[in-house]
């Protein structure tokens, strides 16, 4: 089965994401599963950004073309991505309105009436939307799709230019903490001018890999400069009474965070969750034997046990069905992803003791029943750290540094997926590469390396002197 059947297998029988049969090409129906495991994965987000002074806002769905169209780079950027609204009815519009394809313009229109001062910043919005891109025939689950049905924006104002860098960094660290907590593996990468986000003075972005060895842009960072506030008229009066237009920011995330959790960690047997963000953390089934008696008492307790870990703190369930053997249970619960199961059974309610089961490792271990809850919180702990080792060691085996073309050539034969070589600066020699082994370019490293610095490395495209690296990937 290849990573594409896998991935769509997996969405249909976990029963996450409906794709495909929805009569919009591109849309997609959250089913109560995967609603449940998006909500939680959210939920670490607006902690982090709650905790960093953030505050949640939710825009207008539409926005006026001439509204969109005032940022020349921005509207160009996007003019072949819009969906339009053109009737109210059976009245044609006099002005027609956009479904948001990110919202910079509309924001900051309405911050040229709300910021007029610099005691006011810095100023962080953000919010959880919809957004509508018009960008692909070739739309994959989650992946690629016209509507963005999770996407995270958050957009900063700042006094200037060296605050606006600060916000950068704290973006930066934000993501880092949310993919590192999910236990995603990332490389964060300056975009190269050419690649920027239409009206930005520079994005950085968050690429991971899938299994298929593509990367995957996760998140991106912008510093937006005063573009957008020039145009809106956002000015504010700065420390020393001057007047001048607001600095910006803005980074989102989308639904591929939550693709790249479900295809990071999961195996043939189907998903393979986080603890801290699986919609069922502890299930408990129940194994009947012996008579009636028996097999009634092993329900009963099977439904307390839940109901004890449920007053804990935990997302548990118990299984009860009656007509589906332990067997089946197993099969369905392990595909669903549920870190930990409980088998109780008569033998089970004997010792005083639940048997578990870990999905990470497919082991089982023996735990006295009044031990049970602090040993379940302590597995789950362990399980995170284990799912995000895992995945950072299959990231890194992908991964190489190479000096010359001729150990470019040599990484991609050994299935190397995510390639990084030193850079002259020149858009020439990225596009020989690019050209001539059939990658993309991701972008150059935050923060310029000692053998770069040292004046050590060359360019082994041109041969000129490197003045930092740049990664390369087969991108989605």
């Known amino acids: 089965m290849t990573f594409s059947e896998w991935f769509d297998w997996v969405l249909r029988e976990a029963e996450l994401y409906d794709y495909g049969r929805y009569p919009v090409k591109g849309f997609g129906v959250w089913m109560p599963y995967g609603f449940k495991l998006r909500k939680h994965v959210i939920d670490l987000m607006r902690t982090l950004l709650d905790s960093t002074g953030h505050e949640e806002i939710l825009l207008p769905l539409l926005i006026p073309e001439d509204l969109l169209a005032k940022e020349s780079e921005h509207v160009k950027g996007f003019e072949d991505q819009v969906f339009w609204v053109t009737h109210g009815g059976l009245d044609p519009l006099e002005v027609k309105l956009a479904l948001r394809p990110t919202s910079e313009t509309s924001l900051t229109y309405m911050e040229s009436f709300w910021i007029k001062s610099y005691k006011q910043l810095p100023k962080k919005y953000y919010q959880v939307v919809s957004i509508f891109r018009y960008e692909t025939k070739a739309t994959r689950a989650m992946l690629r799709v016209r509507e963005v049905s999770t996407f995270k924006e958050a957009h900063t104002v700042h006094e200037d230019f060296k605050d606006s860098e600060r916000q950068v960094s704290e973006a930066v660290e934000i993501y880092s903490k949310f993919f590192d907590l999910l236990g995603i593996p990332y490389v964060v ?261 000692d053998d770069v610095r040292n004046r050590e490395l060359r360019c082994p495209v041109c041969g000129g002197r490197a003045v930092t690296h740049m990664r390369y990937a087969r991108k989605y």
């Not at 271990?365 to 299959?394: C, F, H, Q, T, Y």
Request: aromatic share 8%.
């Open 189 to 449: 990468s300056r975009r190269p001018d050419w690649d920027k986000f239409p009206g930005a003075l520079y994005t950085i972005a968050f690429d991971t890999l899938m299994p298929d060895g593509r990367a995957l842009q996760i998140g991106t960072v912008h510093n937006l400069g005063q573009n957008f506030t020039k145009v809106f008229e956002v000015k504010i009066q700065k420390r020393d009474e001057s007047i001048d237009y607001a600095w910006q920011t803005s980074y989102g995330i989308s639904e591929r965070v939550i693709a790249t959790v479900i295809s990071t960690h999961g195996d043939e047997k189907g998903l393979v969750l986080p603890f801290k963000i699986a919609p069922t953390q502890v299930v408990v089934v129940p194994i009947p034997a012996g008579s009636d008696e028996e097999k009634k008492k092993v329900f009963l307790e099977a439904g307390r046990l839940s109901k004890r870990l449920e007053n804990e703190g935990f997302r548990a369930y118990a299984d009860l069905d009656e007509e589906k053997t332990p067997s089946e249970k197993f099969a369905y619960w392990e595909l669903k992803g549920v870190p930990l199961r409980i088998d109780l059974g008569p033998r089970e309610l004997s010792e005083g003791k639940a048997t578990v089961f870990r999905r990470d490792t497919l082991s089982r271990l023996k735990v006295p029943m009044n031990e049970l809850p602090e040993v379940l919180r302590r597995l789950g702990e362990e399980i995170d750290v284990n799912l995000s080792r895992r995945a950072w060691e299959v990231f890194r085996s992908r991964a190489a540094e190479v000096s010359d073309l001729r150990a470019l050539e040599e990484a991609l034969k050994e299935r190397k997926c995510l390639v990084e070589i030193p850079w002259c600066g020149s858009k020439g020699c990225v596009d020989y590469v690019t050209g001539k082994y059939g990658l993309e370019a991701l972008g150059t490293p935050l923060k310029v390396r």
